[in-house]
């Protein structure tokens, strides 16, 4: 048993959000493989919901998404209490720099832009869990 | 009627006819929408029309007397000069786009004409100067590339939602499932993840060519190392010499570490070598040289391709041109590479150069000023880190 994000869990649990059906689950597959437990959401409402309820350890995170789009899960995140140290990875298909920017304006950790190398999802997941 | 009166006549005649010509001048000056401005050698304001009342808010009483440079804003001092040099020798200046400030403080985006006045002898005794509003005009160019730009970026998103799932279940397929597949199997898997990322780098190409038309795209200030740059496009680069059966060297002096955006100049090697594969014909070689001359980093790319035609040398650089040879041999692509190449190029504020010669080849040349290394004691103190201390992205403007 190890403690993740104040939890007791066996694996760290990350919490993906995308509206696209096969994307949340290639994603979520390729973190489960890793070793991480999954929580999916299918748009941004529900993501904050989840991530309020089940304090993820990360949230991987599309940006343009019904309801709430990426950017405005990340701030609502970061204002609260309760979810502003979990680390936010946005997933995005608009690499223009401008929606970089203001991704991390939003409080995001990082990004990775689509479409994504299984690799460099797991590295990018690792690298934001180790710094947290 | 004597000699005399007739004289006197004539000379009453032409005067009236002066005069009434000078009115109707006046009145045509008064009427039209530009501004029309007299200013002295001296650099005052002499004449004002009420289309110039209306376009920078000052009366004629409140303009006449003043110094012309009251409507040049103070960023443009260094312009003014060169313009009171090129009328100080006689020459007009047509159509020229820049600014001038309004009685408000504000800029006015303008196209200015001005011409030298002249007296009997030839003498420039003073300037006339017609300024135009285009600011209309620019807030809709402007709008319309926003427009562009969004459209592009939208059909971006659209377009990589779907690669993102092919190239993602291709590659599931391959780390789980590759014993259940048949050795055909496995080779039409790599035929769709090929051609999955033949399209992700045709959108790529699409959006960033907008991105450099809105004039604002980013390049990432670190070392350029240029050995490693030559090493990131070789493998790619001799797999496609081998398959169009073109011999390919590789000579890469030594060129010490220099500031620049090593991914986006790495794009710009591989393009250029591989618009130079493709335009040659089997048989043929490509020859890449890296070297340093003159305070500059030169990629250097030779073919022994068919050349170019003298009059596409000035269309080679525009978005989504196509040459004559491209369309003639069925060369793949969408006529993106060489702007691409030339719009990061020029955020390096390097140069891009060719010789060619038809049925012998040609020989792009990029120089690349040498900046030093963002981490140089010269250039950190003027790095700072942004608000979230993340990485730095500078944007940069053409």
Same mark, same amino acid.
């Given at each position: 048993?190890?403690?993740?994000?104040?939890?007791?869990?066996?694996?760290?649990?990350?919490?993906?959000?995308?509206?696209?059906?096969?994307?949340?689950?290639?994603?979520?597959?390729?973190?489960?493989?890793?070793?991480?437990?999954?929580?999916?959401?299918?748009?941004?409402?529900?993501?904050?919901?989840?991530?309020?309820?089940?304090?993820?350890?990360?949230?991987?995170?599309?940006?343009?998404?019904?309801?709430?789009?990426?950017?405005?899960?990340?701030?609502?995140?970061?204002? *609260?209490?309760?979810?502003?140290?979990?680390?936010?990875?946005? +997933?995005?298909? /608009? %690499? &223009?720099? #401008?929606?970089? @920017?203001?991704?991390?304006?939003?409080?995001?950790? *990082?990004?990775?832009?689509?479409?994504?190398?299984?690799?460099? +999802?797991?590295? /990018? %997941? &690792?690298? #934001?869990?180790? @710094?947290? | 009627?004597?000699?005399?009166?007739?004289?006197?006549?004539?000379?009453?005649?032409?005067?009236?006819?002066?005069?009434?010509?000078?009115?109707?001048?006046?009145?045509?000056?008064?009427?039209?929408?530009?501004?029309?401005?007299?200013?002295?050698?001296?650099?005052?304001?002499?004449?004002?029309?009420?289309?110039?009342?209306?376009?920078?808010?000052?009366?004629?009483?409140?303009?006449?007397?003043?110094?012309?440079?009251?409507?040049?804003?103070?960023?443009?001092?260094?312009?003014?000069?060169?313009?009171?040099?090129?009328?100080?020798?006689?020459?007009?200046?047509?159509?020229?786009?820049?600014?001038?400030?309004?009685?408000?403080?504000?800029?006015?985006?303008?196209?200015?004409?001005?011409?030298?006045?002249?007296?009997?002898?030839?003498?420039?005794?003073?300037?006339?100067?017609?300024?135009?509003?285009?600011?209309?005009?620019?807030?809709?160019?402007?709008?319309?590339?926003?427009?562009?730009?969004?459209?592009?970026?939208?059909?971006?998103?659209?377009?990589?939602?779907?690669?993102?799932?092919?190239?993602?279940?291709?590659?599931?397929?391959?780390?789980?499932?590759?014993?259940?597949?048949?050795?055909?199997?496995?080779?039409?898997?790599?035929?769709?993840?090929?051609?999955?990322?033949?399209?992700?780098?045709?959108?790529?190409?699409?959006?960033?060519?907008?991105?450099?038309?809105?004039?604002?795209?980013?390049?990432?200030?670190?070392?350029?190392?240029?050995?490693?740059?030559?090493?990131?496009?070789?493998?790619?680069?001799?797999?496609?010499?081998?398959?169009?059966?073109?011999?390919?060297?590789?000579?890469?002096?030594?060129?010490?570490?220099?500031?620049?955006?090593?991914?986006?100049?790495?794009?710009?090697?591989?393009?250029?070598?591989?618009?130079?594969?493709?335009?040659?014909?089997?048989?043929?070689?490509?020859?890449?040289?890296?070297?340093?001359?003159?305070?500059?980093?030169?990629?250097?790319?030779?073919?022994?391709?068919?050349?170019?035609?003298?009059?596409?040398?000035?269309?080679?650089?525009?978005?989504?041109?196509?040459?004559?040879?491209?369309?003639?041999?069925?060369?793949?692509?969408?006529?993106?590479?060489?702007?691409?190449?030339?719009?990061?190029?020029?955020?390096?504020?390097?140069?891009?150069?060719?010789?060619?010669?038809?049925?012998?080849?040609?020989?792009?040349?990029?120089?690349?000023?040498?900046?030093?290394?963002?981490?140089?004691?010269?250039?950190?103190?003027?790095?700072?880190?942004?608000?979230?201390?993340?990485?730095?992205?500078?944007?940069?403007?053409?």
């Amino acid at each position: 048993m190890i403690m993740t994000n104040g939890m007791n869990r066996e694996r760290p649990l990350v919490l993906v959000a995308d509206d696209e059906d096969d994307i949340l689950t290639l994603v979520s597959f390729r973190l489960e493989e890793a070793g991480y437990d999954v929580a999916k959401a299918s748009d941004g409402e529900i993501a904050l919901q989840m991530a309020k309820e089940l304090h993820p350890d990360l949230a991987v995170i599309d940006v343009m998404m019904p309801r709430r789009d990426g950017y405005e899960v990340t701030e609502c995140m970061r204002a *609260d209490e309760e979810m502003q140290s979990v680390p936010v990875i946005l +997933l995005t298909a /608009r %690499v &223009q720099e #401008a929606d970089v @920017r203001r991704g991390f304006a939003a409080g995001a950790d *990082d990004y990775i832009k689509k479409p994504f190398s299984p690799d460099e +999802l797991r590295s /990018r %997941v &690792q690298a #934001a869990l180790t @710094r947290h | 009627v004597d000699n005399g009166t007739r004289a006197a006549t004539e000379k009453i005649e032409t005067h009236t006819h002066d005069k009434w010509e000078v009115r109707r001048l006046a009145a045509i000056v008064e009427s039209t929408d530009d501004a029309i401005i007299g200013a002295s050698l001296s650099g005052n304001i002499v004449s004002w029309n009420s289309g110039a009342e209306q376009l920078l808010g000052y009366s004629a009483e409140e303009a006449i007397g003043k110094p012309f440079a009251m409507i040049v804003p103070e960023d443009l001092a260094e312009e003014r000069r060169a313009m009171v040099s090129i009328i100080a020798r006689g020459e007009r200046i047509h159509h020229y786009e820049t600014r001038r400030r309004h009685r408000n403080g504000t800029d006015v985006d303008v196209s200015v004409t001005i011409s030298p006045i002249t007296d009997a002898g030839d003498n420039v005794v003073g300037v006339s100067c017609i300024l135009r509003d285009v600011s209309d005009r620019k807030r809709a160019e402007a709008e319309g590339e926003r427009l562009k730009s969004e459209f592009f970026s939208l059909v971006s998103h659209e377009l990589r939602t779907p690669l993102t799932s092919i190239v993602g279940y291709v590659q599931l397929l391959t780390d789980f499932e590759d014993e259940s597949l048949s050795g055909r199997g496995r080779e039409f898997l790599e035929i769709i993840r090929r051609n999955a990322e033949r399209l992700d780098g045709l959108v790529q190409d699409v959006l960033f060519a907008a991105q450099s038309e809105a004039s604002a795209f980013t390049v990432v200030p670190t070392v350029v190392d240029a050995r490693r740059l030559a090493d990131r496009c070789r493998r790619e680069a001799e797999t496609a010499a081998e398959t169009a059966g073109v011999a390919l060297s590789w000579e890469i002096g030594p060129v010490r570490p220099f500031g620049g955006d090593p991914d986006r100049l790495t794009q710009v090697l591989r393009n250029l070598i591989s618009n130079a594969i493709k335009f040659t014909p089997e048989g043929g070689r490509v020859d890449v040289r890296v070297f340093a001359e003159r305070g500059c980093c030169v990629l250097e790319v030779s073919d022994t391709g068919q050349g170019i035609e003298p009059e596409e040398r000035d269309l080679l650089f525009e978005r989504f041109y196509r040459s004559e040879a491209a369309m003639k041999d069925h060369v793949k692509g969408a006529g993106l590479g060489l702007a691409i190449v030339k719009a990061i190029v020029d955020a390096h504020g390097g140069t891009i150069d060719f010789e060619s010669e038809l049925g012998q080849g040609s020989t792009f040349r990029v120089s690349l000023p040498m900046r030093p290394c963002e981490g140089d004691p010269a250039t950190r103190q003027r790095r700072r880190p942004n608000a979230s201390g993340k990485r730095r992205v500078a944007e940069v403007r053409r």
